[in-house]
């Protein structure tokens, strides 16, 4: 179970290290979404593109570094059966 954290629209993330601990995988991607949207609409003024575009880029590398972190996880939990071929399930 995830912690509780702060919104992501209450903190400034320009690096992977400022999303709040707590924060879930897909509360992650959807700001990151939202960072898209508005850059891709084109609506928002030179310095407001640049937060977002740090924003989306800090929040992409944190979503990476999860999905690492959980890929490393499950290949560890199958290795103990890697001889047998891969994991299925029954």
Excluded: H, Y
């Excluded at 320009?14 to 508005?38: H, I, K, M, Q």
């Excluded at 928002?44 to 570094?65: H, I, K, N, P, S």
């Amino acid at each position: 179970m995830e912690k509780d954290a702060p919104s992501l629209d209450e903190v400034e993330i320009v690096a992977p290290g400022d999303v709040p601990e707590g924060t879930s995988f897909e509360n992650a991607v959807a700001d990151l979404e939202e960072c898209v949207d508005l850059l891709e609409a084109g609506e928002v003024g030179l310095e407001e593109a640049l937060r977002l575009f740090r924003r989306g880029a800090a929040l992409q590398a944190w979503c990476e570094a999860r999905l690492e972190g959980i890929r490393v996880t499950i290949e560890e939990l199958t290795a103990d059966g890697a001889a047998d071929g891969p994991f299925t399930a029954p």
